[in-house]
């Protein structure tokens, strides 16, 4: 932000919904500071796509849809805040599950529009990346591996708007790798924490692996 500082500390609702979690939060700050979490709730969709092996889309936008303004309500309620004292709504913009982005931003720009509230548009990748700053008060510039479901990135972040993209995967993210893996092994999902607790009592020299690439083009 540019101008004349701020005298009091800005309020926001965050809503996320870009793939199969729904979250809603309320975080308080100057920025660009850290903040304050003043509420943060969080639904796992783990049950309802456990059958497939992975997250299947359809059934993660409908979840959102049933829950979602369930979960902002106990979000501003464990905040002990009233809409009109927001001084804005967030919700992830993209990249995600096209269904899920929709139902959150969806949600956002009805609640902006009813309480005269600004919108704003998160980056989901983004969110990632500056997380490091609200919940450990990182100072930049810093490197960020960020690994999740669909990506793996390594990156320098200097400012809120201010990425260096050094590489990235080509393929499969490691969610989905581990995901994909673990259907195939007839372990349980999520496949993260069953591949990593198989693999505790695994013989690391049982297989020759190929190496992965190592050199070239990385987009």
Do not use: W
Not at 18 to 30: I, K, L, Y
Not at 48 to 67: K, T
Not at 91 to 117: E, R
């Amino acid at each position: 932000m540019t101008g004349k500082p701020l005298q009091r500390p800005l309020t926001i609702l965050g809503i996320e919904t870009s793939c199969d979690e729904t979250a809603a939060a309320v975080v308080r700050g100057f920025p660009p500071g850290s903040g304050e979490i003043l509420s943060n709730i969080v639904f796992s969709q783990n049950e309802a796509h456990a059958p497939y092996g992975g997250v299947v889309p359809e059934i993660a936008s409908r979840a959102h849809l049933e829950i979602v303004d369930g979960m902002i309500e106990q979000a501003l309620a464990g905040a002990n805040i009233k809409l009109s004292e927001l001084d804005g709504i967030a919700a992830t913009a993209g990249p995600g599950l096209i269904g899920g982005v929709m139902v959150g931003l969806t949600t956002a720009k009805g609640l902006a529009l009813a309480s005269g509230k600004p919108l704003l548009a998160v980056n989901h990748l983004k969110g990632h990346a500056l997380t490091a700053r609200l919940t450990n008060g990182v100072a930049f510039p810093f490197l960020l591996l960020l690994v999740s479901g669909g990506h793996c990135q390594l990156l320098g972040v200097a400012g809120g708007d201010d990425f260096r993209l050094y590489g990235s995967t080509i393929d499969d993210a490691v969610g989905e790798a581990f995901d994909k893996a673990a259907k195939i092994l007839g372990l349980p999902y999520p496949g993260g924490p069953a591949v990593e607790a198989a693999a505790r009592g695994g013989n690391p020299r049982a297989f020759h692996l190929p190496r992965p690439l190592v050199s070239g083009h990385n987009a």
